[in-house]
């Protein structure tokens, strides 16, 4: 029955999407770009698929459709991500950050939204951070967020530029009534957005303002009727909807992002994505109780090979004395972002390129990261002595590939030196 509730839904929205992309093509949307920007923010992919639909029903001129699907397939020169000064965002931390001008637009907004002393808190934003670092905002500035390799970034860079940031972890509680304006960016799930509105709704003053980013109406079958739910939700926070702005916030195409994308084939404009704004006022006491802050036990750990951002899932027992990268996708690149994919649980080594692998020995893999790692910095890290030739002969074989792996992203950014016949490898294995 469930099944069947889905096969509905996903009809109907890809007759939402299809009635959509017909209009826009009407309208002049001609070419891929143009189409992406006309449409309330449909992924490439449900992009292309539509198209597909309507030439085979006659509904749009084949030379037209032909004319986009072209477009899509070009590769167009990329640019690496340097203008961010983070470390890359990794799939698994559902980390996609705003252009340069939604990130302004943001901060100004909830200036403009605030008193003239008011205090601002930047909830799990490190993209807005760093960008907060530059601006002559004239406010108290807070950033709350996880201890990890990003947050570690953000406290050298504010450390560096005078410390204009208060920066504070998750971890250390989360906090009540201090800040008028909060701005967050959760991750477009249920599960991610409650918690995460709720923690604003404490931090924020009585009447100050909450600014967050939601899924438009492109994005999937169940993003209205998620917003709705949000919304229904935040009343209970003490949160009224005073404005509601589709499509005005702008992201970067994240590295593992256009990496899944040209797994398919397909290449579209480097900031294509977009976000509604929702502002939120806080004008009464929650009926809620307040966020408990905790911080479970992770389930992969991380280690840094060059730019490269290794995960690799935690395991109690080790089931195999031999170790391997074994493929898990033709090309090893998974074509898609979307947690629903079935493939995703079976990953047990995950790079910021969107690799993913199985392996049987996840410690082996760890300790010839950790190696590679401290090579890179010439710490002399090494990992625990193994018992036998075998185990170390296969954790120089293993720390070899994942060095290779690491040269093969560089290229792929833009920050290594070109080499087509390394680049057309598809890495297995096994």
């Not at 037209?64 to 931390?93: K, M, Y």
């Not at 390799?149 to 250390?172: E, H, K, Q």
């Not at 995950?350 to 893999?365: A, C, E, K, M, Y």
């Not at 994942?402 to 950014?413: D, G, P």
Request: aromatic share 6%; charged share 25%; net charge neutral.
């Amino acid at each position: 029955m469930i099944a069947s509730r889905r096969s509905l839904s996903q009809a109907s929205f890809a007759s939402r999407v299809d009635i959509a992309t017909k209009a826009a093509i009407t309208d002049g949307a001609i070419s891929f770009a143009a189409l992406l920007r006309g449409l309330p923010g449909v992924y490439p992919t449900e992009v292309l698929a539509s198209v597909e639909r309507l030439v085979g029903d006659e509904a749009i001129d084949a030379a037209v459709a032909t004319s986009i699907r072209r477009e899509a397939a070009i590769t167009t020169t990329t640019v690496a991500e340097g203008r961010s000064l983070l470390p890359l965002p990794h799939p698994l931390d559902y980390e996609w950050r705003f252009t340069p001008d939604a990130a302004r637009s943001l901060l100004n907004r909830a200036a403009d939204l605030t008193p003239a002393e008011g205090d601002l808190l930047l909830f799990g934003t490190p993209g807005l951070a760093i960008e907060a670092l530059t601006l002559p905002i004239g406010r108290r500035l807070a950033f709350l967020a996880e201890s990890n390799r990003i947050t570690d970034r953000v406290l050298a860079l504010n450390r560096a530029t005078g410390s204009p940031l208060s920066i504070a972890f998750c971890s250390g509680g989360l906090p009540r009534e201090s800040a008028d304006a909060v701005l967050l960016d959760p991750p477009w799930y249920l599960d991610f957005v409650r918690p995460m509105l709720s923690a604003a709704a404490h931090a924020c003053r009585p009447g100050g303002v909450v600014l967050i980013s939601l899924a438009p109406t492109g994005a999937r079958p169940s993003a209205e009727t998620d917003r709705h739910i949000i919304v229904r939700f935040a009343r209970r926070l003490g949160l009224v909807v005073i404005d509601h702005s589709p499509l005005a916030i702008g992201y970067e195409t994240p590295f593992f992002e256009r990496n899944a994308l040209a797994a398919a084939d397909i290449y579209p404009p480097p900031q294509w994505r977009r976000g509604d704004l929702v502002v939120f006022r806080k004008a009464y006491a929650s009926t809620r109780p307040p966020p408990v802050s905790s911080v479970g036990r992770r389930e992969w750990r991380e280690v840094g090979i060059g730019r490269m951002r290794l995960f690799i899932r935690r395991a109690d027992e080790t089931n195999s004395d031999e170790a391997s990268l074994t493929s898990l996708v033709d090309g090893d690149i998974l074509p898609t972002v979307s947690r629903r994919d079935p493939r995703r649980p079976l990953a047990k080594v995950w790079t910021s390129g969107n690799r993913i692998f199985h392996t049987d020995n996840p410690q082996l893999v760890l300790e010839a990261a950790i190696s590679c790692a401290g090579e890179a910095i010439g710490s002399g890290v090494q990992p625990r002595l193994w018992g036998t030739i075998r185990e170390r002969e296969t954790l120089e074989r293993i720390a070899t590939e994942l060095r290779a792996l690491a040269a093969i992203e560089a290229q792929e950014e833009g920050n290594g030196p070109t080499n087509a016949t390394e680049r057309s490898v598809a890495w297995r294995w096994s």
